[in-house]
């Protein structure tokens, strides 16, 4: 994924904060705004269909490891 996305660059801007009180977690954003925290990939990605149907919106997993990003397209994009 392209560091171009703004709410990717959202989330590395955050990271540090978010490291402290939710490593481990899975973060949902949308818009530059944090949504929600969850245990889950799969939790993350039912609350963000559930709250934003078929637009776009992202999920990262709290670490500061090398990470995985799931970034959720409108099939509309």
């Given amino acids: ?5 703004p709410d990717f660059a959202y989330f ?17 954003i949308k818009d530059k705004a944090i949504q929600g925290y969850y245990t889950t990939v ?9 709250k934003f149907g078929n637009s ?11 990470r995985v990003n799931y ?3 409108s099939p509309h994009s």
């Fill in 12 to 28: 590395e801007s955050k990271l540090p904060e978010l490291l402290k009180e939710h490593r481990g977690s899975f973060v949902l």
């Fill in 71 to 73: 970034q959720c397209l």
């Fill in 42 to 50: 799969e939790q993350a990605l039912k609350e963000g269909y559930e």
């Fill in 1 to 5: 994924m392209s560091t171009t996305n």
């Fill in 56 to 66: 776009d919106f992202l999920i990262q997993e709290v670490t500061d490891e090398k």
